[in-house]
């Protein structure tokens, strides 16, 4: 995808998050570019103007309460990309919904593939390269003992070009959940 092109992202502060970052830097440090995250709409270029994808965010946020979801086991997307990621484990169909809510007017996009919750540990050259990451990252993760719950209270809308992001607008999540 050429251009500058916009996402909705769920930054991960968290203890998991924390774990996912010091992991990258560890094994793969070129990828340490971007603050740990769940996409939820991945990068595509505006059907509108920035203010009215921003807008139709924000409505949106308006309307969906916070909620939690759980991290699952280390995978990764070879062969079709050297990609490996934490799986989103319980709370996926959130994710899910909060996508399908969002792709829509401005910021409607046919994505190449089907979405899948996920947080990236890391994108390598190499499909021999992510194979040796994964290994080392599922051994790393399954030792891990701490919490692997992450809250979802906020979307951050970016944009940017190649591997250069900048954040533009943090939303909070502001509906009323189900008691």
């Given amino acids: ?18 774990f996912v970052e010091e992991l990258r830097r560890e094994l ?4 340490t570019h971007a603050d ?3 996409t939820v709409l991945p990068p595509r270029p505006l059907r509108g103007t920035e203010l009215q994808a921003l807008g139709m965010l924000r409505e949106v946020c308006q309307t969906v309460a916070p909620f939690e979801i759980t991290m699952g086991d280390v995978e990764s997307f070879v062969p079709i990309t050297p990609t490996v990621f934490l799986r989103v484990a ?10 399908d809510l969002l792709n829509q007017g401005a910021l409607a996009y ?7 919750p996920h947080l990236t540990i890391v994108k390598t050259d190499t499909v021999e390269e992510a194979l ?5 990252a599922r051994q790393r ?3 891990n003992f701490g919490t692997r719950a992450v809250r979802i209270d906020s979307l951050t809308f970016v944009k940017g070009i190649g591997e250069r992001w900048l954040d533009l607008e943090a939303v909070p999540l502001r509906g009323v959940g189900v008691r």
């Fill in 36 to 38: 740990a995250h769940l």
């Fill in 132 to 136: 040796k990451v994964e290994a080392i």
């Fill in 1 to 18: 995808m050429l251009g500058l092109v916009y996402a909705a992202v769920a930054y991960v502060r968290s203890p998991v998050g924390i």
């Fill in 110 to 116: 046919e994505e190449p593939w089907p979405y899948m």
């Fill in 141 to 143: 993760w399954q030792a």
């Fill in 28 to 31: 793969h440090a070129a990828h």
């Fill in 90 to 99: 319980s709370g996926a169909y959130r994710m899910r919904e909060l996508h």
